[in-house]
């Protein structure tokens, strides 16, 4: 899928795991599920200002590919999010992705985005 303009070419590197609260290991939890209901390539979560939270795993159809991060944002806009607290990636790569970071900082400039092997043992947090 050719990246948009809009879209960072880099990949963010997480930094030194940050320590979670617990909300923030609430969204692993629910991240780790969404990627293992579908045997997806990636789960992610994120929540809102209101302390809502999103699941949501990748998608990869011939008409239509999103990160798991893309997609549990888009999730939160459509019910009406316009901040979020904190993100979560759960997945078997070293970095976040482009896309899905982008979107967190659609709607959050400071909002941790943590990074999490499949077992749920975060890698890294980028904050950036």
């Not at 209901?37 to 992610?44: D, F, L, Q, S, T």
């Not at 806009?77 to 904190?86: F, T």
């Amino acid at each position: 899928m050719p990246e948009s303009p809009a879209v960072p070419a880099a990949m963010p590197t997480p930094a030194d795991p940050a320590e979670l609260s617990a909300e923030d290991a609430k969204l692993v939890v629910l991240a780790r599920g969404a990627r293992s209901r579908v045997a997806a390539v990636e789960g992610a979560a994120v929540r809102d200002q209101d302390g809502r939270t999103y699941a949501a795993a990748s998608v990869a159809l011939p008409s239509l590919t999103l990160t798991a991060l893309q997609l549990a944002v888009a999730s939160a806009v459509a019910a009406g999010a316009s901040r979020l607290e904190a993100a979560v990636v759960v997945t078997e790569a070293s970095t976040l992705d482009g896309a899905g970071h982008a979107a967190v900082r659609d709607l959050s400039a400071d909002a941790p985005v943590h990074v999490a092997a499949p077992d749920g043992t975060v890698l890294g947090t980028v904050v950036e």
